[in-house]
């Protein structure tokens, strides 16, 4: 599991940690651990001098950038090009005298700098040396903005970014600038770097919907004590702010049967999907129950549909009985014409589920019958829609939400998933590039944010696929939260296997889940 701590916790446990230390220890660790990261990125070709330039904030980030370079002097035992460009009037006094006395070069890019944005801006014999460097560096670090820093760059940032060279390979210190620290804000301004060194422990913008922003990851131990587990640090200990589940947990989270097992205590999972109008979707839910492993899976729904279960997926058994989850509503018209009675007793089977005390992910037309929580306060709920859908659930019902699109949905994923989780008391999967699995904030559990598919996965059907994936996992028993973000995992990897590198179809992704599964279980036990 990838765990990520606010920059709130970050900040006093870096408090709790300088008071036991010299004066300036913890930013010599992480500069230290940064400036053996770029070394080991320099080019191996030695016919030139390599270049390392350092775009240097006003910030302990632009100190640590600064100090990274003066070390690096020392560290790489043959001649280096290292200059370091300011872009605030604030400076790292110390850091800066550091990087001079390793005869770092600066340039300072403020120097005679524009009036009205950059493109009045009156370039700077500074600001044109600057550019100059990094059009050619081997390596840039990004020192302008760590975890002090709000969404946005001001122009000066933005146009020496825009000068980086494409052969560069950019290394964010922290966090690339720009973006935001604590991955609410989805997009806008900010750098986009080939690799990320944090320091301590990762921050919410490196799990979350943000984290493709960062590239390759590197978290530098500074000795901090976040989330340690040792009885003297207890008072210590937080929780994270934001985990990923990854290929390492599948051994540990996914309900592998054991020799007393049988189909009913592995679980059994009821599906209310489709109808007379969508026939394929629950045919895509119902495979992948039983791809998932399953105990039993029952479909309920009118004889259209049935047929084609029946006909594609003998294990599947029909009509209502007993389950141990429900998934409601792939498929599933919520609103179906009054002379309409096939469709009609469709929405009230999947209505009954829904009043039902047993655990249910509701997707897709399911959500339009919801209108507030389920009336069982005890009933595990996870709701799984995609951004569309999460914006027409809160514009129905949430007053403040009135007129929420998906566009808006898109920036701020988190902030309207948390609402809809608080609103409905249920966990939120909410479906994308990036999977954010959101549990109901009263529970203080940390979001859980995947991205495991391939943009491929992104078609029709595999959002059916999920569902009865992750309603498989709930009717053996996980929690909204395991279920959710291990079925996304477990999603998006058997979307990469079923093709790597090319299309994938919903079914494929389905009937790929088994060997996918065999693989990630043998994977742990290799790596056990
Ligand atoms: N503490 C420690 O021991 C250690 C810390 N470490 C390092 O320190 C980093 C945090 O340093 P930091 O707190 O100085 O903040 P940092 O991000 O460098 O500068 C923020 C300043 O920039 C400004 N600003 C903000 N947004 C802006 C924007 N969009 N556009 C323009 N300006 C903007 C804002 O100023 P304001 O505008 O609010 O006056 C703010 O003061 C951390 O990420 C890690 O690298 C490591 O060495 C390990 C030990
Ligand atoms: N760009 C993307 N990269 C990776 N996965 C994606 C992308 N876009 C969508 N997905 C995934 O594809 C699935 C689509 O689900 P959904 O929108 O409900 O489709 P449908 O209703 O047609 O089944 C979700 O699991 C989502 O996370
Ligand atoms: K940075």
């Known amino acids: 599991m990838i765990q990520a701590w606010s920059v709130d916790d970050v900040r006093a446990a870096e408090e709790r940690a300088m008071a036991q230390l010299p004066d300036g220890e913890l930013m010599q660790r992480a500069a230290t651990g940064l400036a053996q990261v770029v070394a080991a990125r320099l080019p191996d070709d030695t016919s030139t001098q390599p270049l390392v330039v350092a775009l240097v904030g006003g910030g302990n980030n632009g100190g640590d950038a600064l100090w990274a370079l ?27 005298r550091a990087a001079r006395r390793a005869e770092v070069e600066i340039v300072d890019a403020t120097r005679g700098g524009s009036k009205g944005g950059s493109k009045a801006r009156r370039r700077s014999k500074a600001l044109d040396h600057a550019v100059e460097a990094l ?95 040792h009885a003297s640090a207890s008072a210590a200990r937080t929780a994270p702010a934001a985990e990923r589940v990854d290929h390492d947990d599948v051994a540990a989270l996914w309900p592998v049967p054991g020799p007393e097992d049988d189909k009913y205590s592995r ?37 259209g549909p049935t047929q084609l279960v029946r006909a594609e997926v003998p294990e599947a058994v029909h009509g209502t009985g007993r389950v141990q989850a429900w998934v409601v509503g792939p498929g599933l018209d919520a609103h179906p014409h009054s002379w309409d009675q096939l469709g009609l007793a469709q929405v009230e089977a999947a209505r009954r589920a829904l009043d039902s005390e047993l655990p249910c992910l509701v997707d897709a037309g399911g959500l339009d019958l919801l209108d507030g929580p389920r009336t069982h306060a005890g009933a595990r709920t996870l709701l799984t829609p995609h951004a569309g859908e999460l914006a027409r659930l809160l514009a129905r019902l949430d007053p403040e939400a009135s007129g929420l699109d998906r566009e808006r949905v898109v920036v701020e994923p988190l902030r309207w998933a948390r609402r809809a989780a608080d609103l409905l008391r249920a966990t939120v999967l909410l479906k994308g590039s990036t999977t954010y699995v959101v549990p109901p904030p009263a529970s203080g559990l940390a979001v859980r944010a995947q991205a495991d598919a391939p943009a491929w996965a992104g078609t029709a059907g595999s959002g059916d696929v999920l569902a009865g994936l992750a309603g498989t996992l709930l009717a053996a028993g996980l929690d909204p939260v395991d279920a959710g973000s291990l079925a996304a995992l477990v999603h998006g990897v058997a979307a990469h296997d079923a093709n790597p590198g090319g299309p994938v179809r919903a079914l494929e992704i389905a009937q790929q889940v088994p060997r996918t599964v065999a693989r990630l279980l043998a994977r742990a036990a290799e790596v056990g």
Do not use: N, Q, W
């Open 70 to 96: 003066a070390h690096l002097a020392d560290l790489v035992g043959e001649p280096l090009d290292l200059v370091a460009v300011l872009t605030s009037e604030h400076r790292h006094e110390e850091g800066l």
């Open 135 to 229: 059009a050619v560096a081997d390596v840039v670090l990004d020192g302008v903005l760590g975890i002090g820093g709000r969404p946005g760059l001001p122009d000066l940032v933005t146009e020496l970014l825009e000068a980086i060279g494409a052969d560069a390979h950019v290394i964010a210190v922290d966090v690339p600038s720009g973006v935001d620290p604590m991955g609410e804000i989805v997009g806008g301004a900010g750098v986009f770097a080939d690799e990320t060194v944090t320091f301590g422990c990762a921050k919410p913008v490196h799990v979350l919907g943000t984290a493709s922003r960062c590239g390759m990851l590197t978290v530098v131990d500074i000795g901090l004590d976040l989330g340690r587990d």
């Open 267 to 303: 679980g059994v999972v009821g599906v209310v999907a489709g109808g007379e109008v969508y026939t394929g979707a629950p045919l895509l839910s119902v495979t992948a129950a039983v791809c998932a492993g399953a105990g039993m899976v029952r479909y309920v729904g009118p004889p």
